[in-house]
C-alpha cells in the first residue's frame, strides 16, 4: 500500500512522486497516480500458503505523459508533406505540348530522378522514425511512409507511360489529366480509410 500520507499533495497533476527536475525531451508530464493490477504467478516467492494461480494485486506507479505536437510535426510530417506537394507538383509538369514540356525540363529521366531522391528522403526519415520510438510493430504513423512510397512508384510509373505515349489519351486523359485529377482525392482518401481502418 502507498503511503500517501507521506505526500504534501496527493492530486494526480501536481505529480506526486516524481522528481521535480525531470527531463524528458520532446514530452511533458501530464499526471501520476497509483494503481492495481491482478496478475496470476505460477510461483509463491518463497511465500508458504501461497496460491498461485490466485489473482493477486500488484501496485504500479503511472506517469502519464504526452508528445511535443510542434517538434513531432516538424521532424516527422513536414517531410511527407512537402514529398506529397512535389509529387503533385512534378505531375502538373507533364505536358505533351514541346514548348511546355521544354520549358518544365518534362523528361522521364529527370522524374525518375527526382523520385528516387525523394524515395531516399522518404527512407532515411522513416528509419529515424522507428530508432526514435523503437517500434517493434507497424505503427499507425507509418502508414503515411508506405503510401507515400506507393505514391512515388506511381508518378514514377505514370511518367514513363506518358512519355512513351501507350495509348495515353485514353489511358490518362489529354496532357495525363486524369493523374493530375485523382492525385489529392487518391493520396488523401487512402489515408481517411487507413485512419478509420485503425481507429474504427
Known amino acids: 500500500t502507498p503511503d500517501l500520507e507521506s505526500y504534501p499533495m ?3 497533476k501536481a505529480t506526486p512522486g516524481l522528481e521535480e527536475n525531470i527531463v524528458l525531451e520532446g514530452w511533458f508530464v501530464k499526471n501520476t497516480s497509483f494503481s492495481y493490477r491482478f496478475h496470476r504467478y505460477n510461483a509463491g516467492f ?7 494461480h490466485t489473482p493477486f494485486p500488484e501496485l504500479y506507479f503511472n506517469i502519464d505523459v504526452r508528445r511535443n505536437f510542434i517538434s513531432a510535426f516538424i521532424s516527422d510530417l513536414v517531410p511527407l508533406l512537402i514529398v506529397s506537394l512535389l509529387l503533385f507538383t512534378i505531375l502538373m509538369t507533364m505536358t505533351s505540348n514541346r514548348e511546355e ?3 518544365f525540363g518534362f523528361d522521364s529521366n529527370n522524374v525518375l530522378a527526382y523520385c528516387s531522391g525523394m524515395f531516399f528522403v522518404l ?3 522513416h528509419v529515424f522514425l522507428r530508432d526514435k520510438l523503437a517500434a517493434q510493430g507497424i505503427i499507425y ?7 507515400m512510397y506507393v505514391a512515388i512508384l506511381l508518378v514514377s510509373i505514370n511518367s514513363v507511360v506518358f512519355a512513351a505515349k501507350l495509348n495515353s489519351d485514353a489511358l490518362l486523359g489529354e496532357n ?3 493523374p493530375k485529377l485523382l492525385y489529392w482525392p487518391v493520396v488523401l482518401g487512402t489515408f481517411a480509410s487507413l485512419t478509420m481502418y485503425e481507429f474504427y
Open 101 to 103: 514540356a521544354e520549358a
Open 46 to 52: 518463497g511465500r508458504e500458503g501461497f496460491e498461485k
Open 176 to 178: 495525363n489529366a486524369y
Open 123 to 125: 527512407v532515411v526519415s
Open 10 to 12: 496527493v492530486n494526480s
Open 141 to 147: 504513423f507509418e502508414n503515411l511512409y508506405f503510401e
